[in-house]
């Protein structure tokens, strides 16, 4: 029994990985986001659709039971990590003013205009909440992506994105944490004072795994004392697997642990063997994580009430993270072109996203046809941002990467 369940995995994972890369490869033909492809592949093959032929002892072909959901979530892990290794610590605060406005203003914004349209719209009370939760995060992965696919990695917009988005993060981990507790308990009641510990909790977590990590992890990579092969690269997975499973333990999103690594492995002298190293890494992981996301669209339960509640979630989803995060952006940057991309950036919702949806959904709050609208927003922000910010892109020159990194600080 357990035999035949792994290898209906692997068989998942093989076909998943194997669509998700023809479809970047289709897609980087005709110069749109490889991301994209990626997602479309796994919508496609997904067990929604192609996958769900029973071409496996009678089975679906693809399944995406709890193993496959949780490679998905150390692929999103890995991500992170290469992405906290494009920015230092040092830099990271040094954006800190701008990345917790255009962060905080990301969560706040799109949550309250979100439960108060779902409310008037006519949704209940804890509906509108768990809707309102689930448009408050950012997939920083494919953001990232598509940043690194044009080489903007080292630009302006694309740290405050990053150093915004991690915070967008934490603070709507704790909007899920306070609302899975509502939904447990089925009240709307919470006392306010709990609410601002638990955040306040959650922030104080990331910033000791940030310092933490800044303090061992260059200590661990010693380069001197390290002579076996693959002994710097084996240490970095090890502490990055490490601390994203200290995040989980007090709460937080996994992937909150990886990315504080990934900048303490930034201002270390092995950065350029890691980075080498992760680039493999990614060529596995990254085609995984989006094809895995775009498997879980049902488009099998549509119909004309739930593409008009999607239109509107979708439209207040859009609006809010371009007002929420590329209006507060203004303020430093100075500049409304590299605002507007930070907004843009800002508006793919994914993990956080269907993890909300989910939770309602098994709770019995969210009803089928409300899940499946969440889950057609987190689709369509995450197809509309890479193809919205090629265009804000294509219209200026590519950028020089910076000639020398930072010097390593010890």
Not at 255 to 282: H, N, P
């Amino acid at each position: 029994m357990a035999e035949a369940a792994f290898l209906h995995v692997i068989i998942s994972l093989g076909v998943l990985l194997f669509a998700a890369k023809l479809m970047a490869e289709l897609f980087h033909k005709f110069k749109l986001p490889v991301v994209l492809g990626e997602l479309v592949a796994g919508i496609i093959v997904g067990p929604f659709a192609i996958g769900g032929l029973p071409l496996f002892n009678g089975e679906p072909l693809v399944v995406l039971d709890e193993t496959v959901s949780n490679i998905g979530e150390i692929s999103a892990i890995v991500i992170l990590f290469i992405a906290g290794m494009h920015i230092t610590p040092r830099e990271f605060l040094k954006g800190g003013a701008a990345s917790f406005t255009v962060g905080g203003l990301g969560v706040v914004i799109p949550f309250f205009v979100g439960f108060y349209a779902f409310q008037a719209y006519g949704l209940e009370a804890l509906q509108s909440v768990l809707i309102a939760t689930a448009l408050t995060a950012t997939s920083i992965a494919i953001s990232i992506q598509v940043m690194t696919e044009m080489g903007r990695m080292h630009s302006k917009e694309a740290r405050l994105i990053l150093g915004a988005a991690i915070v967008d993060d934490i603070l709507a981990i704790a909007a899920l944490s306070v609302v899975t507790t509502m939904v447990q308990t089925g009240s709307l009641e919470l006392e306010i004072v709990d609410v601002i510990f638990l955040i306040l909790k959650i922030l104080g977590i990331f910033a000791a795994l940030l310092v933490a990590s800044v303090i061992i992890i260059p200590r661990i990579l010693h380069v001197e004392k390290l002579k076996a092969k693959g002994t710097i690269e084996g240490m970095a997975t090890a502490s990055f697997f490490a601390a994203a499973g200290i995040a989980a333990f007090f709460g937080l999103s996994p992937i909150v642990g990886s990315f504080a690594v990934g900048m303490a492995v930034a201002s270390t002298r092995v950065i350029k063997q890691i980075e080498q190293y992760v680039g493999k890494l990614e060529i596995i992981f990254a085609p995984l994580f989006f094809a895995i996301i775009g498997a879980h669209v049902d488009l099998r339960g549509v119909n004309a009430d739930v593409l008009a509640l999607a239109g509107v979630i979708i439209a207040i989803a859009v609006v809010t993270k371009l007002a929420g995060c590329g209006a507060p952006a203004m303020l430093f940057l100075k500049d409304r072109g590299k605002s507007f991309k930070v907004g843009i950036g800002m508006i793919s919702r994914g993990e956080v996203g269907l993890i909300v949806a989910g939770v309602g959904a098994s709770a019995g709050v969210l009803s089928a046809n409300n899940y499946t609208a969440v889950i057609i927003m987190v689709a369509a922000t995450t197809i509309i941002t890479p193809i919205w910010l090629k265009m804000a892109y294509r219209k200026e020159p590519p950028e020089p990467a910076p000639s020398s990194a930072e010097p390593a600080h010890h």
